[in-house]
């Protein structure tokens, strides 16, 4: 997590996808069954099911498991109830951190995420005490070769989306989560494949870094949220150099 750079996260999860496809697979799946539920379960009309049809695709996600989340989502096949939680803390050197779980069993998720923060010298917070850090919006990373910064600024803006930022990484288009699935529509019309499609949990105020040792703390932190089955995914406002 060298600086806070999202495009990074994006390339360590795929290197470590091929090891790890079950519990890609898992999150995946849930993921599916939840927005299929909230949306339905044709992907055309859709916008967060299709993005997450595509993320599946690339994974190699089988499209036989694909088809039974959906199902599931939608009531035509027999499945858990699953709730979506949002849990804040604090990790070391006071970098904030929100994760968000997809549960069967809140009271597992709790204790495991506490577990994981207590390990590693940080603690769960009360609702709110570090989300204002964070821009809860739509995130998309579209890599550099696939449009220019110009065209992707009108295509953007026209669709709904408040702001595109480039970097050498490539470009970030951030809009209101109420404008989602235009902005993703947008995007899909005009064959663009975002390498990174989701509700993010943007820093806004980032914590700076330099103690190796603290560092360390906070990779082994990520790594144990990681490891959680329910945990769906992780932000946090530290910045390393």
Not at 62 to 70: F, L
Not at 168 to 181: K, L, P, S
Not at 185 to 193: E, I, N, R
Request: glycine share 8%; with cysteine.
């Amino acid at each position: 997590m060298a600086k806070h750079n999202k495009w990074s996260k994006v390339k360590r999860l795929k290197a470590v996808t091929d090891s790890r496809k079950g519990k890609v697979f898992s999150r995946l799946s849930r993921e599916l069954t939840m927005a299929a539920k909230a949306g339905g379960g044709d992907p055309a009309g859709n916008a967060r099911l299709r993005t997450l049809v595509l993320k599946a695709r690339e994974a190699n996600m089988p499209a036989d498991n694909v088809d039974r989340a959906i199902k599931k989502g939608t009531g035509e096949l027999p499945g858990v109830t699953y709730e979506e939680i949002t849990y804040e803390g604090y990790g070391p050197g006071g970098v904030a951190f929100v994760v968000q779980v997809t549960t069967d069993n809140k009271t597992r998720s709790a204790q495991d995420v506490r577990s994981a923060f207590a390990h590693q010298g940080g603690n769960l917070a009360s609702s709110g005490a570090v989300a204002f850090q964070f821009l809860h919006a739509g995130q998309f990373l579209i890599p550099p070769e696939q449009i220019g910064e110009d065209a992707l600024l009108e295509l953007a803006l026209e669709a709904g989306a408040d702001d595109v930022l480039t970097t050498e990484d490539g470009h970030e288009v951030r809009c209101n989560i109420h404008a989602f699935d235009k902005v993703s529509h947008a995007l899909d019309t005009k064959g663009l494949k975002p390498a990174s499609a989701e509700i993010a949990y943007i820093p806004t105020v980032t914590v700076p870094v330099s103690d190796p040792a603290v560092a360390a703390l906070l990779q082994k932190l990520h790594d144990a949220l990681d490891e959680i089955d329910d945990v769906q995914a992780v932000f946090s406002n530290e910045e390393t150099g």
